[in-house]
């Protein structure tokens, strides 16, 4: 089994948090990608410290919960509770900064899925999510750099900060689909991404990614 993290989150915040931020990141981008699971305008996921120590099992349940520690504390991740019944005590987790949450994209395919239900994540391109300025938002420029006609930058950068966090990830995973759904004769694309995005016409794409449950995450 191999496993993987970001080079910078190691120097950061040291190489275990990198690795469970890694983890924590892959399941956060496919809930966002499959708009499940957004509380308070925050994406999130769940795990108890036993299934950690499972999916990790060079780390016991006291090393899980010293890592999960460490990140709080460096303002990393917050945690919440939205189980449904009230004794359940299973920890929710976010990320403080959702600028940190990364959509993956593919050329060939809007999400791009792990290879097996293990804790390696293969990563095509990050693409960083959220922010409300957009000459700071590096996911627009990363959505622009993705959408086939370039005219009226302005104006889509003015649509793309009034969107939500889900729909900046939706917009931008599904974006392949919607251009694949298009008729020959629609192609090239004429349509403006202002209007993609104020239409939410990655809706019309019949398309909707699927990725392996595994150790508990919802």
């Given at each position: 089994?191999?496993?993987?993290?970001?080079?910078?989150?190691?120097i950061n915040h040291g190489v275990?948090?990198?690795i469970m931020l890694s983890n924590f990141k892959y399941w956060l981008r496919h809930n966002l990608a499959n708009d499940k699971h957004i509380y308070d305008d925050n994406v999130w996921?769940?795990?108890s410290k036993k299934a950690f120590a499972e999916l990790f099992p060079f780390w016991s349940e006291m090393q899980v919960r010293r890592v999960l520690d460490s990140l709080i504390k460096q303002n990393v991740i917050k945690t919440s509770n939205?189980?449904?019944m009230?004794?359940?005590?299973?920890?929710?987790?976010?990320l403080?900064?959702?600028e940190m949450l990364e959509i993956i994209i593919s050329r060939n395919r809007p999400m791009q899925k792990s290879k097996s239900t293990n804790a390696k994540v293969e990563i095509d391109q990050p693409i960083p999510d959220i922010n409300t300025d957009i000459n700071t938002d590096t996911s627009f420029g990363l959505f622009w750099d993705e959408y086939p006609n370039k005219v009226n930058k302005e104006q889509a950068g003015k649509s793309?900060?009034?969107?939500?966090?889900?729909?900046?990830?939706?917009?931008?995973s599904r974006l392949i689909a919607f251009v694949d759904s298009l008729e020959d004769w629609q192609k090239p694309v004429k349509l403006h991404a202002?209007?993609?995005?104020?239409?939410?016409?990655?809706?019309d794409a019949d398309h909707k990614d699927s990725v392996d449950q595994f150790a508990g995450y919802r």
């Open positions: 089994m191999n496993y993987s993290f970001e080079v910078d989150d190691a275990n948090e990198a996921t769940f795990n939205y189980n449904k009230g004794c359940d005590r299973t920890l929710w987790y976010a403080v900064r959702p793309w900060k009034r969107l939500s966090l889900k729909n900046k990830g939706l917009a931008h202002s209007t993609y995005l104020n239409n939410k016409r990655w809706e």
